[in-house]
Each structure stands twice: as structure tokens, then as C-alpha cells.
Nanobody, 122 residues
Framework: EVQLVESGGGLVQAGGSLRLSCAAS????????MGWFRQAPGKEREGVAT????????YYTDSVKGRFTISRDNAKNTLYLQMNSLKPEDTAVYYC???????????????WGQGTQVTVSS
């Protein structure tokens, strides 16, 4: 069974930083594109960042460019999201996902974690 488990979420003040981790089992991160998505209350799930199988290419949604960094450690089968200069509008449940394509749309991803809550206070 494929499992993706996110960790590292929590409560942080605006301007602060968090690093999210996603540990995979029954799934080889190095064979897949990976992504981070988030869902805020009352909103649809949106793509945040994605990374190709080797980690050589990344893509970010405009609202997080320059603040967030996606990376992967294939030897540890783990995906990361470093979040700096956090804003209240970043508050959401963050999910990691794996799939065949490096995209920021949800339907192309086959595997999903349960999510970790990130709350940014003013």
C-alpha cells in the first residue's frame, strides 16, 4: 500500500518559517514527479510547487515564488517544502502528492498524503 505522510506543520507568526516533510512508503519518490498542494477553508485545492523525478526542475505558483522552495531526497524517499516569509493567506492544509507529470493540477496525481495544517497568525 502506498502511503505519503506529511509532517512539520504548525502555528507560526507572519514572517516566520516552516519546513514541511513528506515521507513515502510503498512508493519510490525517485520514479515520480512530486508536488505540494494546499487547501484553505472554503477554497479548492491548489497547486503550490512541483519537482521532477531527478530534482533538476521545479515550478511554483505565482503567490509563493521567492518564498517557498521544494526539494527532494530520493535516497531518503522524502519530499520537502521550505516556507519562508509566511503570510496569513498561506494558512491551509498542505498535502504532498506523487504522479507521472510535473504539473500543478490535482487530477494528474495518483498518490496523496493526509495533509498537515499550517496556520500563520497576523
Amino acid at each position: 500500500e502506498v502511503q505519503l505522510v506529511e509532517s512539520g506543520g504548525g502555528l507560526v507568526q507572519a514572517g516566520g518559517s516552516l519546513r514541511l516533510s513528506c515521507a513515502a512508503s510503498g512508493f519510490t519518490c525517485g520514479d515520480n514527479a512530486m508536488g505540494w498542494f494546499r487547501q484553505a477553508p472554503g477554497k479548492e485545492r491548489e497547486g503550490v510547487a512541483t519537482i521532477n523525478w531527478s530534482g533538476s526542475n521545479t515550478y511554483y505558483t505565482d503567490s509563493v515564488k521567492g518564498r517557498f522552495t521544494i526539494s527532494r531526497d530520493n535516497a531518503k524517499n522524502t519530499l520537502y517544502l521550505q516556507m519562508n516569509s509566511l503570510k496569513p493567506e498561506d494558512t491551509a492544509v498542505y498535502y504532498c502528492a506523487g504522479g507521472k507529470f510535473m504539473v500543478l493540477t490535482t487530477r494528474e496525481y495518483d498518490y496523496w498524503g493526509q495533509g498537515t495544517q499550517v496556520t500563520v497568525s497576523s
